[in-house]
């Protein structure tokens, strides 16, 4: 998960893209107040669907620098995201209410690699 440069709070909207075969399904939102109030990040349902994260399992997230985390995926109520590890790595990148994102899976298999 990477904080573009190109993109505002203002103007970041979710979506999705799988446009090429080189390309990595990806969405863009912004850390809202809740993804800092609770412990788990909820992943958008056809997002999750769509390229099988929808299941319970070990994730490896990236940040720019490439440092990894391990965190976990599973249910969330009716909705799927992390689960466990979330925290962590929220307070180690100083994410904060209102910063942008990209959610880009760079590799999808066992363990995902976001």
């Not at 979710?14 to 809202?32: L, M, W």
């Not at 997002?47 to 440092?67: H, P, V, Y």
């Not at 925290?87 to 976001?114: H, M, Q, S, W």
Request: charged share 25%.
């Amino acid at each position: 998960m990477k904080k573009p440069s190109n993109m505002s709070p203002l103007n970041a909207q979710v979506s999705t893209s799988a446009s090429g075969d080189d390309d990595h399904p990806y969405f863009v939102s912004t850390i809202k107040p809740y993804c800092i109030r609770k412990t788990e990040f909820y992943l958008p349902m056809d997002f999750a669907t769509s390229n099988g994260l929808n299941r319970q399992c070990e994730m490896i997230l990236k940040d720019e620098a490439e440092r990894c985390w391990s965190v976990w995926l599973g249910r969330l109520g009716t909705n799927f995201g992390i689960t466990c590890g979330w925290t962590k790595f929220r307070t180690e990148n100083g994410l904060l209410v209102g910063d942008a994102y990209k959610f880009e899976l760079i590799k999808n298999g066992e363990i995902p690699i976001a």
